[in-house]
């Protein structure tokens, strides 16, 4: 008997309030707009200036409904405006069908740095501080060192465990973690919790189901307890994944003291769920798009952001495990995330 936790959308949608509807509905109305101008481009019609109206008008009115909700938080929308070109080059990187899978890990790892800094990187009026003294290849005339500072988010990190949604969700996860080393003054190396999670890709956004296999899943309840959890998933297309996780924790009795969740891109509907559903949990999106399409994928989207990291599995050989998926990023990523992977080896095998 599978030991296996299922949610189910209508679930989801129970979260959602009467406004979150009508806004949702009306962003929809403006996306079909865009579906007809698609067509007639297809056909060698010119839509350039329509089709830019229309992305202006929904970005304008994901903004608005965004402004009210203080646990989304969107890049473009938050940070300063100069900023926003960065951004906005960087998803039309990972949305373009001829960005191959090298070029797609690193401004996926790009994104994180910037979601990174959105959340974490500067704390108010830039006054404390991390003072770190680098040993440098400089000997002459006596050995050289360089004094950096960079702002002292310790009190904000150390307390962070980083929740992987295998698979897809893996390579992010290192990312996010390696960015807390990075910026902890003690090297702080985040604990890891893999879910083995996964949506019925046999049925359609409106009767979707999600399901967590406990039986492949690595974690430990109380090693979660009163921890700030980070769960750094590319796409956030409907939130299911990640509600189905949390709230099996907190059914276990899991009190997270807070739950952070980092994506590159997110459908407008599916921050919702997460924040509506989810108590003391706050979404960090680097972008926002409109709406999902029947199959419960983001529309404009960049396709399966999973197998654009992972590369798919070959016909016939079976899900790739989780050592394989980490043997496959190669020797250059190992060495990158090589305290990453020990801890999800140590997590792995420890089992």
Request: aromatic content about 8%; charged content about 25%; overall charge negative.
């Amino acid at each position: 008997m599978n030991n296996n936790i299922i949610l189910k959308a209508e679930d989801l949608d129970g979260y959602l309030t009467e406004n979150d509807k009508t806004r949702l509905a009306e962003t929809a109305a403006l996306y079909r707009e865009a579906l007809a101008c698609y067509s007639a481009i297809s056909t060698g019609l010119k839509q350039d200036e329509r089709l830019i109206s229309l992305y202006n008008e929904m970005g304008s009115l994901m903004r608005e409904i965004c402004r009210n909700e203080e646990n989304i938080r969107v890049y473009s929308f938050v940070m300063p405006h100069e900023s926003h070109a960065e951004a906005s080059r960087l998803i039309a990187k990972l949305r373009d069908v001829r960005t191959g899978h090298e070029e797609f890990i690193y401004y996926t790892q790009r994104a994180y740095e910037l979601l990174f800094n959105m959340a974490y990187g500067i704390k108010s009026g830039g006054i404390d501080k991390n003072y770190f003294f680098i040993k440098t290849p400089v000997t002459a005339p006596v050995q050289n060192y360089a004094v950096h500072k960079i702002s002292n988010i310790d009190d904000t990190i150390m307390n962070t465990v980083m929740c992987v949604m295998l698979r897809g969700a893996l390579l992010p996860s290192m990312i996010m973690s390696k960015e807390i080393q990075e910026y902890s003054s003690e090297g702080y190396v985040t604990p890891f919790a893999l879910f083995k999670i996964s949506r019925d890709d046999t049925k359609k956004e409106n009767n979707m189901e999600y399901i967590l296999d406990l039986d492949r899943s690595y974690f430990e309840l109380e090693a979660l307890n009163g921890k700030d959890l980070v769960f750094a998933d590319p796409m956030n297309a409907t939130g299911g994944s990640l509600v189905t996780v949390v709230k099996h924790l907190l059914s276990q009795g899991v009190k997270p003291k807070s739950v952070q969740f980092f994506n590159v891109i997110a459908a407008l509907k599916g921050a919702l769920r997460v924040v509506r559903a989810l108590d003391n949990c706050r979404v960090f999106t680097l972008w926002m798009d409109p709406m999902l399409n029947d199959s419960a994928y983001i529309m404009p989207g960049l396709g399966d952001a999973g197998d654009r990291i992972n590369g798919t599995d070959m016909t016939g050989t079976g899900q790739r495990n989780i050592m394989q998926l980490i043997a496959d990023y190669g020797s250059n990523i190992a060495q990158l995330y090589r305290s990453q992977l020990r801890e999800i080896e140590k997590t792995v095998l420890n089992r």
